[in-house]
């Protein structure tokens, strides 16, 4: 496992699964979560919690099959980690948290917040389009996605991770619009981390997930019968390669307190890109 000085390191139970994350910050400051995308883990955030941690309570769990947390079939549906992210609240008997979510991790979190806002103060979406864009904009962008072919089909997708780790080392310099945003010491440790059986199999599972339920869901229009309360900035990338600021547009009308913000120069890693940025939106957003 990776070190980061001043991280200590738990587990939950949630659903039955014993969930790692990693902790930092004061246990008596206000809590936040922070999740991770694909196909990383905790360690994403390892340039942002130093940032924020001595103010706030930085609870980073790797979600089930990734990282260091147990997994199992059926726990990759977005509705199924969603449910995770507020099980992970009771687990810590936390009655409410800010939410900070990245990439498919933020995907969940909108769907989170929708269906539980009275567990989330305040929500920071990175990179990840919400549950209600423009039709328009996501057909014009769809080609974007192409790389989902690859894996979210069983059980190619899983055996692409496991044994062609180019594939998720060429994702992860991807998407930063500066390749040196990433060391190549970083992008192995998310590459072999990602080649591990469950962590393969989660990965797989995520995408297959979103393409067999939520594209669906998009097309029919169910998530208009949601509205999200809680109070969320989304920040995306200028030069994001999967998620474009167009995604972003429109939604408002099923949302109480959204705003959207472009962060020029940068692409879609945006907490190893400007993790200063994020710190300070961060403490913008979350009252101390």
Partial sequence: MPELAGVRHGTAEVGGLRLHYAEA????????????????????????????????????????????????????????????????LDALELDSAFLVAHD????????????????????????MVHLWPQRRATLGSAWRFWYTLALEWPPLGRAVLRHWPAFTRFLLR???????????????????????????????????????????????????????????LALTGEHDPVIPPRLLAGGTEFCDDLRVETVPGAGHQLPEERPELVAERVRQLFPR
Avoid: I, K
Avoid at 105 to 124: N, T, V
């Fill in 174 to 232: 991807r998407g930063p619009a500066d390749r040196s945003a990433l060391t190549a010491a970083e992008v192995a440790e998310f590459a072999e981390a990602a080649r591990v059986p469950l962590a393969a199999l989660a990965g797989e599972s995520v995408h297959r997930a979103f393409v067999a339920r939520d594209l669906a869901a998009l097309r029919r229009a169910e998530f208009h019968a949601l509205r999200l309360r809680t109070p969320t």
């Fill in 25 to 88: 910050g004061p246990a008596d400051a206000p809590p936040v979560v922070l999740v991770h995308g694909f196909p990383q883990h905790w360690f994403a955030w390892r340039r942002v919690v130093p940032l924020l941690a001595g103010d706030f309570r930085l609870l980073c769990p790797d979600m089930p099959g990734f990282g260091w947390s147990e997994g199992a079939p059926g726990r990759w549906s977005t509705e199924a980690r969603a449910a995770d992210l507020v099980g992970f």
């Fill in 104 to 127: 498919w991790g933020a995907w969940a979190g909108y769907l989170a917040c929708a269906r539980r806002p009275e567990r989330f103060d305040g929500y920071l979406a990175l990179n």
